[in-house]
Nanobody, 125 residues
């Protein structure tokens, strides 16, 4: 059974940092993207960042560019999201996702095959 488990969420003051981790088990994701998405209360789930298998192609939403960094450790089957200079508008449930086939910047949410349960990030002002 494939599982993605996110950890590292919590409460932080504006300007602070958090590091999210997503550990995959049950299979190795050796071809497609792994990505992070988020959903704020009352809003649609939105793309945050994605990284391809080699780590050579990385994509960010404009709202997080320069503040968030995505990385992956393939030997550990884990993807990370380092979040810095956090703002109250970053408050959301953050989900990690893995795609078996889609790689690159054109992958939509529907291209991701597996999703984690989400971790809450709350940024206070």
């Amino acid at each position: 059974q494939v599982q993605l488990v996110e950890t590292g969420g919590g409460l932080v003051q504006a300007g602070g940092s958090l590091r999210l981790s997503c550990a995959a088990s049950g299979r190795t994701f050796s071809s497609g993207n792994m990505g992070w998405f988020r959903q704020a209360p009352g809003k649609e789930r939105e793309f945050v960042a994605a990284i391809n298998w080699s780590g050579g192609r990385i994509y960010y939403a404009d709202s997080v560019k320069g503040r968030f960094t995505i990385s992956r450790h393939n030997a550990k089957n884990t993807v990370y999201l380092q979040m810095s200079s956090l703002k109250p508008e970053d408050t959301a449930v953050y989900y990690c996702a893995a795609s078996l086939r889609c790689s690159g910047g054109g992958c939509s949410q529907g291209d991701y095959d597996y999703w984690g349960q989400g971790t809450q990030v709350t940024v206070s002002s």
